[in-house]
């Protein structure tokens, strides 16, 4: 089909807030195994695609489709569970237990198994094996028994990468990875969002422009809740409505 390639496809989606069109028939197509950002002023309409697509808001019309299969009508967690996974806020991970602790927590979690969130550190063992094959992954082995709030701040954004990873998602959506981050781990997240791309597709909200420029395969313009302009950044960034609207915001 002409369309195996595109792993997430979303058509005339729209969110209104009583009365407000924050999201307004916004069509996109994401191809397998790109790095896809998408853009666009304040109150664009970015996060709330975000939470469209991901089904932590319930879209007024339209319609998502995954690997060709309509999810429109699933749960958030029926979404994660067919590998749309949203990466977690910092503030998701239990800085009092180790890196590795924190990584099992998330398998065990994506396994079903029963989990105290009261004592959080009764966790299995048996996911060690794992758990240390993804803070591998994310570049973090030598900080392995480190608890998590000791971390860097670009650091425990790894660490969430790798809780995320746990949930083995085909396709990981990153809401703006960069946010917070001083320049030396910029670089260092950049680098593993390459990496971790090789075998997922990534999609990013991301503000840092030169990051977008330097990671995206394709990009999504969005200005007051449509759609502006789509291409490689060098598209984009040569667009004038692209520049008007970041001028005018
Ligand atoms: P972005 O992420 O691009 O900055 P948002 O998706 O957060 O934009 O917001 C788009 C617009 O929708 C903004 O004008 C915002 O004020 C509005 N909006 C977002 N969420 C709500 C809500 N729950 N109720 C009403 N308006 C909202």
Redesign the pocket.
Known sequence: SPKADIILSARGLT?R??G?T??DSVDLDIKRGTIHALI????????????LLTKF?QPSAGKITLNDRDITRLSAADISRRGLVRSFQISAVFPQLSVLENVRIALQRRRGDSFDFWRPEKVLSAYDEEASARVEEVGLSSHLHEPAGELSYGRKRALEIATTLALEPEMLLLDEPMAGMAQEDVGRISALIRKISANRTILM?EHNLSVVADLSDQITV?AR?QVLAEGTYEDVSQDERVVEAYIGA
């Open positions: 969110k807030f009583s407000f924050a999201v666009g002023p304040n109150g664009a309409g970015k996060t709330t695609c975000f939470n808001l909200v969005l809740g």
